[in-house]
T-cell receptor
Framework: AQKVTQAQTEISVVEKEDVTLDCVYE???????LFWYKQPPSGELVFLIR??????QNEISGRYSWNFQKSTSSFNFTITASQVVDSAVYFC??????????FGPGTRLSVLP | DTAVSQTPKYLVTQMGNDKSIKCEQN?????MYWYKQDSKKFLKIMFS???????INETVPNRFSPKSPDKAHLNLHINSLELGDSAVYFC?????????????FGSGTQLSVL
């Protein structure tokens, strides 16, 4: 069975602080894909990044970075120098090959000015 | 052009009514989905559909039914609406590649059952 856990329900930070959103997943498959989505207050779901189970290379893209560790089944997401516009609910998702997307419960990030 | 569009954005209706939400994607994707997001923001798969197969989440009441007139459309019909059906419903699509690509989501339909 697939499962995604985001232990942090809500996080509040002050603008310009760095913040890491945690994601832990469970799957028995060896081929799977991990995603992060952002849902701003306007409600749409915005794709941020995907990783497959064979690519543990971590990446930095602007203020965003991702840390994928198969050994701990974690796929964490960090925002550097947070901004008010980063305030949103962030979802981690898992997809086994040929199956549906399974989403975590989300982490609500509030960035205060 | 919007990649995945769904209408209406807001739907307010009385208990017992039947309603539909339309979804269209212009990405040429083979797989489409309906997700339900409850008041606590949990996103749960309701259906996935490609040219060959409809996969239904067994927890979805049979009052909900997807209708796909063609590959680009997957509409959601709901019969005998109940208060608990109030939620945001998202349509999404992805290529039929098994999993490598992300899903593209519509902007959501907020359903309120009174």
């Amino acid at each position: 069975a697939q499962k995604v856990t985001q232990a942090q329900t809500e996080i509040s930070v002050v603008e310009k602080e760095d913040v890491t959103l945690d994601c832990v997943y469970e799957t028995r498959d060896t081929t799977y894909y991990l995603f992060w989505y952002k849902q701003p207050p306007s409600g749409e779901l915005v794709f941020l990044i995907r990783r497959n189970s064979f690519d543990e290379q971590n990446e930095i893209s602007g203020r965003y970075s991702w840390n994928f560790q198969k050994s701990t089944s974690s796929f964490n997401f960090t925002i550097t120098a947070s901004q008010v516009v980063d305030s949103a609910v962030y979802f981690c998702a898992l997809r086994n090959y040929g199956q549906n997307f399974v989403f975590g419960p989300g982490t609500r990030l509030s960035v205060l000015p | 052009d919007t990649a995945v569009s769904q209408t209406p954005k807001y739907l307010v209706t009385q208990m017992g009514n039947d309603k539909s939400i339309k979804c269209e994607q212009n990405l040429g994707h083979d797989t489409m989905y309906w997700y339900k997001q409850d008041s606590k923001k949990f996103l749960k798969i309701m259906f996935s559909y490609n040219n060959k197969e409809l996969i239904i989440n067994e927890t979805v009441p049979n009052r909900f039914s997807p209708k796909s007139p063609d590959k680009a459309h997957l509409n959601l019909h709901i019969n005998s609406l109940e208060l608990g059906d109030s939620a945001v419903y998202f349509c999404a699509s992805s290529p039929a590649d098994g999993g490598t690509a992300e899903a593209f989501f519509g902007s959501g339909t907020q359903l309120s059952v009174l």
